[in-house]
């Protein structure tokens, strides 16, 4: 039987904890369509107000994973985890009642999205250290598996749902959706209580496996320590950073370069780029057979490469519109197949590495890192866009992305093995 649908049979909590997550990825994808439709269309806003309110939804990630990280390490994951997401229920169910009462308005869309976004981000940084409380350790790449697989699985087939539902209810009802599945995720997770004895549990004590910060008392700033001190959690970050503003640079300017200078319709990018999602579903699906055949390290770098390396085809050559259409599916296949195989491999090498008492934190750190590079990479994409044109910018965004590999590239990655108990 497949591992991940057997712990899915054999272990109850993380069953629970898994429909849950299932259930709020699948009405996230509603708020992800219908809070910039709330408000263009809903509060007749501008372009420029649609871009205030997805800001407001991403500064807490900017703002607050650092201190998140280290203040919630301590705190019981579940008592964290569900406020949160009834917090995120609470707030987004407020749109469609503010929109009944005609009160809503640009300003408080804008402020329910960054309260929520806060919220998220404490949910999301404790969600990562609570997976290896609910199964053993060498059941991480399975549960990793399952849970990736049923978000990508919303990833693809989510927007479409999410604009029928904002067809037949408009954008401000659909929001209310939403706020139903974080209560379902909240269900899920009291529902999955945590295995005995995780409090204090570890996967091993090799080298690998680092102490909060030698000793010391834990401060906001050892997050980073426990990334950076460890060979392959500062490849891993190193890369994942990189990659971010890579992907900025080549994206932003590959949509102005498809559709504006080579006459492909939005329709036909809209469908090309909806091949990276098919791809993330069977990069999912494939990884832990991957990496059982070439080892947790080889099949991480063969995944690295299909998803940094593939985009440099997409631009390679200046196509006429309906063949750069194929060329970009066939281009965000390959390269969706190994993203989903790396998302896979990232969070188990990551919940396999980090002490238990440093998950929260370090994820906090990660998260820093992550959507730290992000506005570096619109700024660059702007920049390389405007001086050198669309092509070009996107062109070394894509090398950008290769470069993105080579910290994952010593001998002591390559011959990473999936962890056992």
């Not at 205030?52 to 301590?74: D, N």
């Not at 579903?281 to 390290?297: D, F, N, P, Q, Y």
């Not at 099949?299 to 006429?320: K, N, Q, R, T």
């Not at 599916?329 to 969706?336: A, K, T, W």
Request: net charge positive.
């Amino acid at each position: 039987m497949d591992p991940s649908l057997r712990l899915l049979r054999a272990s109850r909590p993380f069953r629970w904890y898994w429909v849950g997550q299932s259930l709020s990825a699948a009405g996230s994808q509603v708020t992800a369509l219908a809070l910039p439709l709330v408000t263009a269309i809903a509060l007749d806003g501008s372009p420029k107000d649609v871009g205030f309110v997805a800001a407001a939804a991403m500064l807490p990630y900017l703002l607050f994973s650092l201190p998140a990280g280290h203040f919630l390490e301590s705190r019981p994951k579940r008592a964290v985890m569900i406020p949160a997401d009834l917090v995120q229920a609470l707030l987004l169910a407020c749109i469609p009642l503010t929109w009944w009462l005609g009160i809503l308005s640009v300003p408080l869309v804008a402020g329910i999205a960054f309260a929520s976004g806060t919220a998220a981000l404490c949910f999301g940084v404790v969600g990562f250290a609570y997976v290896p409380d609910l199964v053993e350790t060498d059941q991480l790449p399975a549960a990793n598996r399952a849970i990736q697989g049923s978000r990508t699985v919303a990833d693809v087939a989510g927007p479409g749902v999410a604009g029928f539902l904002i067809g037949v209810l408009g954008a401000p009802l659909a929001m209310a959706v939403d706020a139903i599945s974080y209560l379902a995720s909240a269900a899920g997770i009291a529902a999955a209580p945590p295995r005995a004895n995780t409090q204090d549990a570890t996967a091993d004590h090799s080298p690998e496996r680092l102490s909060g910060a030698g000793g010391d008392k834990p401060t906001i700033l050892t997050g980073l320590t426990v990334l950076f001190s460890n060979p392959h959690l500062r490849a891993l970050t190193l890369h994942a950073a990189l990659y971010n503003l890579a992907s900025e640079a080549f994206t932003l300017n590959l949509v102005l370069w498809a559709v504006r200078h080579q006459g492909l319709s939005t329709t036909a990018y809209g469908i090309a780029m909806g091949a990276g999602g098919v791809g993330g579903v069977i990069g999912t699906m494939t990884a832990l057979k991957l990496s059982e055949r070439l080892g947790l390290g080889r099949a991480f770098i063969v995944s690295l490469v299909l998803s940094c390396g593939a985009p440099v085809l997409a631009v390679a050559w200046a196509l006429d519109a309906s063949v750069l259409a194929f060329v970009l599916g066939v281009v965000m296949l390959i390269s969706g197949i190994g993203l989903g195989n790396a998302n896979v491999y990232s969070l188990t090498l990551r919940q396999s590495s980090i002490p238990r008492d440093q998950l929260t934190r370090s994820a906090g750190a990660y998260t820093q890192v992550m959507y730290g590079s992000i506005p570096i990479g619109g700024v660059l994409a702007g920049v390389l866009g405007e001086a050198l044109g669309a092509r070009p910018a996107a062109i070394i965004g894509a090398l950008l992305m290769c470069l993105s590999v080579t910290p994952m590239l010593p001998r002591s990655i390559r011959t990473l093995t999936l962890p056992s108990t």
